[in-house]
């Protein structure tokens, strides 16, 4: 009989081949990136070879078809290497499954396959300048021209904007706050579409973020996905699987974290002994292993029930990315100290993971509005 608390055979393969692609691709690399603010643009295209594009787009069209839970694994072993790769390869992931999920044959046959091999890269486009949380409020318009919509607005905080090849955009077609947006694909050398400089952030420096700004941008109707005045249900159905995913780039980075303070804390000797023997130094390594593993245990129940489409999976997600993005960056902060003044330079990988790890409690919802949901939830019943 299957034990419910352990990943099944295919799922420990799955682990494995990102375990290993991480540590040949992206570990040894991940401090020259964040240096120099590298976007590692051939890294995607070896991850699409392995199916990492499409990790839930259906086989039917070219994905590889798994579950949240396996994607989970997937973004975990990959930040264990860089949080802001891995991440991005989730944004990249829901921005494919919005097409093959909501979208019509004839915009899947155009959009699928590139994407699928990550031939051509994507961005996913909902904040606004002056709408983070409240997403509803965002005023991008699409104007309804004969067969083309014209865009003006601005989007905000847009991870590979600039570089990406594929816009998936949220826009207003309609008056009503969250039943008139709409979802348009945009293509990147579209008349009307320019972006922003590269912010100069913490953080996640190996992935560009940028303004997107659309000035009488014309979009032909073909490029919308689903009916006009659905796009806002869809930003919000791919939002439970981006919660599980940001919070599992926590619990990668977490735990590298994690086994280099273990291995340093052996080896640094002070009065005499590794910092290893006092009992301080394991008081708190076995707080930080018992977090992680906590954290790690909700979001894979969590991933369990999006997947199963639980009534409750809103409120788990929800939950889940608070803990892990939360317990992730303490863990972090606690390795950083470990490692004395050592952990507050470039020549070791904890100061970047600090940096990129603290992001993780504002974007995909911030920590706050998990809060929100959960509490809401809860209140409900």
């Known amino acids: ?46 991850a699409g070879e392995l199916g990492f594009g499409a990790i839930y787009v259906s086989e039917a069209n070219g994905g590889i078809g798994l579950g949240r839970l396996e994607a989970a ?22 921005a494919a499954w919005m097409i093959d999920r909501f979208g019509g044959d004839e915009i899947k046959a155009r959009y699928l396959p590139s994407l699928v091999s ?74 009307g579409l320019s972006f922003g400089a590269p912010e100069k952030k913490l953080g996640w420096n190996a992935s560009p973020t940028a303004q997107v700004v659309f000035e009488d941008c014309r979009v032909p109707v073909a490029n919308r996905v ?29 735990q590298r974290c994690l086994d280099e303070a273990v291995k340093y804390t052996k080896e640094r000797q002070q009065f005499g002994q590794p910092v290893a023997d006092f009992q301080n130094t ?25 997947n199963a489409g639980a009534p409750d999976k ?3 997600s929800a939950m889940a990315k608070r803990l892990a993005t939360d317990s992730g960056s303490k863990i972090v902060n606690d ?22 790890l603290r992001v993780h409690s504002i974007l995909e919802g911030t920590n706050q509005v998990m809060r929100m949901i959960v509490g809401r939830d809860l209140l409900r019943q």
């Open 118 to 191: 990550m031939d051509k890269i994507a961005s996913y486009c909902l904040t606004e300048p002056g709408s983070g949380s409240d997403a509803a409020a965002l005023k991008t318009s699409a104007r309804l021209d004969g067969d083309h919509y014209v865009l003006n607005g601005t989007k905000q905080f847009i991870s590979g904007a600039g570089y990406n090849d594929i816009y998936v955009c949220m826009v207003r077609t309609g008056e009503d706050k969250s039943k008139g947006i709409s979802c348009l694909v945009v293509e990147k050398d579209t008349p």
């Open 226 to 254: 689903g009916a006009e005045g659905e796009g806002f249900r869809f930003a919000m159905a791919g939002l439970d699987g981006g919660r599980l995913n940001i919070g599992a780039c926590s619990l990668g980075g977490a």
């Open 335 to 356: 390795a950083l100290q470990l490692f004395g003044g050592y952990g507050y330079l470039k020549d070791y990988p904890i100061e970047r993971f600090w940096r990129d």
């Open 73 to 94: 694994l997937i973004m975990e072993a990959m930040a264990y290497g860089c949080p802001a790769t891995s991440a991005y390869i989730s944004i990249h992931n829901m």
């Open 282 to 306: 394991q008081f708190m390594l076995a707080d930080m292993a018992t977090d992680l593993e906590a954290a790690r245990a909700l979001l894979y129940l969590a991933a369990a029930k999006v």
């Open 1 to 46: 009989m299957h034990d419910q608390f352990a990943l099944t055979e295919d799922q420990l393969a799955i682990q494995d081949m990102a375990q290993k692609f991480t540590a040949d691709r992206i570990t040894p690399f991940a401090a020259e990136w964040d240096e120099k603010a590298h976007y590692p643009v051939e890294v995607w295209k070896a």
């Open 314 to 316: 809103s409120r788990f």
